[in-house]
């Protein structure tokens, strides 16, 4: 019941906007984002709840449609630092506490 | 403030030898986690626990076991290691589980010959 993130990579150049998205089968409580640079751990970016949800910091904000079971992460302006894959983890109304996360988005930023 | 430490940081196995990966943390978390990640894949849930005394199982927990005696340690261990539990594997810990971030380790890169 792993999450399906899309792209599975992108390539931009510094100041170009991006879209990741993030869409699961079963009916999510939750929507986290993290981004994992190359070889370290990944490092939390931001939490959506249910219920339309928006949120923000910088230039990278997220949304989170309870209806459609998605969650989109928008990168605007990109910078150099923004360059890590980029992971949602996603969970549901069980009892059990067990966040999965989708397979990653490699995203890369060039001058 | 160390956050979540884990230990090794690399280890080589021998097939059908074992071993455990340790991990601690300081911040007095309630939900601790392990996860492993193949090359450019993303994370697989082994075990998860909700606090001392309470441990359940994730997406691929074959192969593994795991015990939570205190709040502070969520030891990993492999049995009879085999080569498909080459990975790097992640120890994470949240506060309160689905509404509060999760603080990762910086991992343990096992290879298992």
């Known amino acids: 019941q792993q999450p399906v993130q899309s792209p599975q990579a992108v390539i931009l150049r510094e100041g170009e906007d991006a879209v990741i998205n993030c869409s699961s089968s079963k009916a999510l409580y939750s929507v986290h984002w993290y981004r994992q640079k190359h070889g370290e751990a990944p490092v939390f970016l931001m939490i959506l709840l249910k219920g339309g949800e928006q949120k923000g910091h910088d230039k990278i904000s997220a949304s989170f449609n309870e209806k459609k079971q998605q969650s989109s992460l928008y990168l605007t302006a990109s910078q150099l630092s923004y360059s890590g894959t980029y992971f949602c983890?996603?969970?549901?109304?069980?009892?059990?506490?067990?966040?999965?996360f989708g397979a990653g988005t490699r995203l890369t930023v060039k001058p | 403030n160390a956050g979540v430490t884990q230990t090794p940081k690399f280890r080589i196995l021998k097939i059908g030898q074992s071993m455990t990966l340790q991990c601690t943390q300081d911040m007095n978390h309630n939900y601790m986690y392990w996860y492993r990640q193949d090359p450019g894949m993303g994370l697989k849930l082994i075990y998860y626990s909700v606090g001392a005394g309470i441990t359940d199982k994730g997406e691929v927990p074959n192969g593994y076991n795991v015990s939570r005696s205190t709040t502070e340690d969520f030891p990993l261990r492999l049995e009879l290691a085999a080569p498909s539990q080459t990975s790097v594997y992640f120890c994470?810990?949240?506060?309160?589980?689905?509404?509060?971030?999760?603080?990762f380790g910086q991992g343990t890169r096992l290879t298992v010959v």
């Open positions: 983890g996603t969970e549901g109304f069980n009892m059990g506490n067990d966040m999965r």
């Open positions: 994470a810990s949240s506060l309160n589980g689905r509404v509060t971030e999760a603080f």
